[in-house]
């Protein structure tokens, strides 16, 4: 029997994700046969790709009925088409390590994407990113396009994708497993399992993760999918898919397969029984495919790692992540982690990781830091911890030394009230200390903090911001996201003790994981003033490292981190010279130079000869008129005085139309 685990689009392109190699792992130690296929990756290779976006274009040709598509947007796509495989060739190279080199290639992609989102209406990709006309929060809505997939009636962009790759999908495969971890994920899994039902119907199909343990959790709400897959795990899937497949072999009852849920006569069973959780030290090392790493867009391989299942802390009032783990924590040994460095660096040439664990603690940080160095490991590795009071700079400065390059905190508020509603068990004195020893020990904190946690005021979430202003020479970088009320948090079981009333509490075709609510104790034009500071932060407030994190993909900080400070530099004196800015393309066409500012999507026309002042503005920067003036004269054979005049106001019509850096 043969099993092929997916791991669905649409997911970040930057770097492999755990789930399925981790399943991969488990399964081949237990003599099964099984492939993985990072399909997420397939589909993102081949969408950037020359022939896709020529597909594309004719698609788009072929819906203008109007003759809409302006000549300028023809030379667009063209000028995407014609850069995007070099583009995509540079980012995966070491030169992408040069920040400007990698923004380009990153602008380069988000153009690519634009180009097929206009081929696709009411589809929509970017890095991390999908919407379509199918609602991701409504299973009827879900099942449709499962239904249409199956029928062959939607065309969408991952039904013509999966037709690149069917064959070998279906090919020789009994079981085809799912992992849906991301929302974004949702539709296109839906649609490629009606797509293969309708290939081949013996075929059965799982889905597995996060947000199908959430789906099935209650009983009385559960929806029924089972039109279009097979079967549905729960919680941690190694030990309950291994018994699945042992089932399908036909060596144990399907009653016996635990956390599974299944249909009979359209009646949806639950298997109650719980696998016993694997012990952390007898998961075998995730199994990645080397050839995906090398397609993978980084300047170098970066690799996920978890040396620990759950949360060790579980009491966040606003968190449901540790309902997927039930409420455990399990952390692997030390001795462990190292095996798995070693075989990331001796077996895929990875010397970049990044731990995934919810928190790792100051105890488990103090040793394996200490065991990476007696051990002379080459890693750089980044991972999220808690401002945990016996976090300590000898700890950090020891971290540091063994290759901790980056630390992500939840500080989410430092008002008193709020921490203790949060039951973060954090206090402001112990919080400023640690992001001072990080930043003394030469490591890079960012902060996640929320927007109008219940019952939060405006005075209170301010405190926050001041905390974030007051430090942003200390902290690197920070992210802030509004409120969320997940069904399974604390708060979502007691909503009254935070003055919060759920608008949506049954809702039978609901598939979203949070809840609608309101608050109760809104102040005075309450939305107003929190909308105005959270536009603020997420869009002007800047610590010293955010305007280079903002460019750079998360994954890949770990990379960037230890040439920081030449690239802040870099990125200084680039601003300051006042060339054009990032997502400027400069476009050569036969008869004219377009400047398209994909920011704006906005199209500028000169002639030809502008070419050669835009070449110079890049070298120079836009106000050394003097240097602009003699160089084009020279070019031209112009004389200074007749030219100066035409520098002077293709100069200001770039500054006006913010074609430039504005500098400092």
Not at 365 to 379: A, F, G, H, T, Y
Not at 505 to 527: G, H, M, P, V, W
Request: hydrophobic share 40%; proline share 3%.
């Amino acid at each position: 029997m043969k099993t092929k685990l997916i791991f669905p689009p649409f997911w970040i392109c930057n770097a492999p994700y755990l789930s399925v190699p981790s399943l991969v792992a488990f399964l081949e130690h237990n003599n099964v046969e099984v492939e993985q296929i990072d399909l997420n990756l397939e589909f993102i290779d081949k969408m950037l790709s020359s022939e896709f976006l020529k597909l594309c274009k004719n698609r788009i040709y072929l819906q203008d009925e109007n003759n809409e598509v302006t000549p300028y947007f023809k030379e667009i796509i063209n000028f995407g088409i014609n850069n995007i495989e070099m583009q995509k060739d540079i980012f995966r190279s070491e030169r992408s390590l040069n920040i400007s080199t990698y923004e380009q290639s990153k602008n380069t992609i988000a153009l690519a994407f634009a180009i097929i989102n206009k081929s696709f209406k009411g589809e929509n990709i970017e890095n991390y990113y999908y919407e379509s006309s199918y609602n991701r929060e409504d299973f009827r809505s879900i099942i449709q396009a499962a239904n249409d997939s199956f029928n062959n009636m939607n065309e969408t962009l991952i039904s013509i994708l999966f037709n690149y790759f069917i064959d070998d999908i279906v090919k020789n495969a009994d079981l085809i497993g799912f992992s849906l971890t991301g929302l974004d994920q949702i539709i296109p899994t839906f649609i490629l399992a009606g797509a293969i039902k309708r290939v081949n119907s013996d075929i059965k199909i799982v889905i597995g993760g996060s947000i199908p343990t959430r789906w099935f959790a209650r009983k009385e709400y559960a929806p029924y999918l089972f039109d279009y897959i097979d079967y549905v795990i729960l919680n941690e899937g190694e030990k309950p898919l291994l018994s699945l497949i042992q089932y399908l072999n036909n060596e144990r009852t399907i009653e016996s397969v635990p956390q599974l849920v299944y249909a009979v006569n359209n009646k949806i069973m639950f298997n109650d029984l719980t696998a016993e959780c694997v012990p952390m030290s007898n998961i075998p090392t995730p199994v990645f495919n080397i050839n995906d790493l090398e397609r993978y867009l980084t300047p170098k391989k970066v690799l996920p790692l978890l040396g620990s299942r759950g949360c060790y802390w579980r009491k966040c009032t606003f968190c449901d992540h540790s309902f997927i783990y039930k409420d455990t924590f399990r952390q692997a040994p030390v001795d462990k982690i190292i095996g798995d460095l070693k075989i990331y660096a001796e077996k895929y040439g990875a010397h970049y990781v990044n731990f995934h664990d919810e928190a790792m603690t100051p105890s488990i940080m103090e040793e394996l830091s200490r065991k990476i160095i007696d051990s002379n490991l080459s890693v750089k590795w980044s991972t999220d911890a808690r401002l945990d009071k016996k976090l300590t700079y000898d700890i950090l400065e020891l971290a540091s030394k063994s290759g901790l390059s980056v630390i992500f905190f939840g500080l989410e508020s430092v008002n008193d009230r709020v921490v203790g509603l949060i039951d973060k068990g954090t206090k402001i004195d112990i919080t400023q200390r640690i992001i001072e020893d990080v930043k003394r020990a030469g490591i890079a904190s960012h902060m996640f903090f929320i927007c109008g946690f219940p019952t939060e005021t405006i005075m209170e979430y301010q405190e926050t911001i001041n905390f974030i202003e007051i430090n942003k020479d200390i902290i690197a970088s920070h992210g802030c996201s509004r409120f969320g009320l997940g069904k399974y948090s604390p708060i979502a079981k007691n909503p009254q003790k935070y003055n919060v009333i759920i608008t949506n509490l049954y809702e039978d075709f609901n598939a979203s994981l949070s809840y609608k609510f309101t608050r109760i104790d809104i102040e005075k034009n309450y939305f107003d003033k929190i909308e105005k500071l959270y536009s603020y932060v997420t869009k002007e407030l800047e610590t010293y490292a955010q305007k280079i994190f903002h460019i750079i993909i998360r994954e890949h900080w770990v990379i960037f981190w230890e040439s920081l400070d030449f690239i802040l530099s870099d990125v200084e004196n680039k601003k300051n010279s006042k060339c054009l800015k990032s997502g400027v393309f400069v476009i050569e066409t036969e008869s004219q130079i377009l400047l398209y500012d994909s920011a704006a999507k906005e199209v500028f026309e000169f002639d030809l000869s502008a070419k050669f002042v835009i070449d110079l503005i890049f070298e120079y920067g836009i106000d050394d008129k003097k240097r602009l003036i003699q160089k084009s004269s020279e070019h031209y054979n112009i004389s200074q005085d007749q030219i100066s005049e035409s520098i002077e106001e293709f100069t200001n019509l770039l500054k006006e139309k913010e074609l430039v850096f504005k500098g400092e």
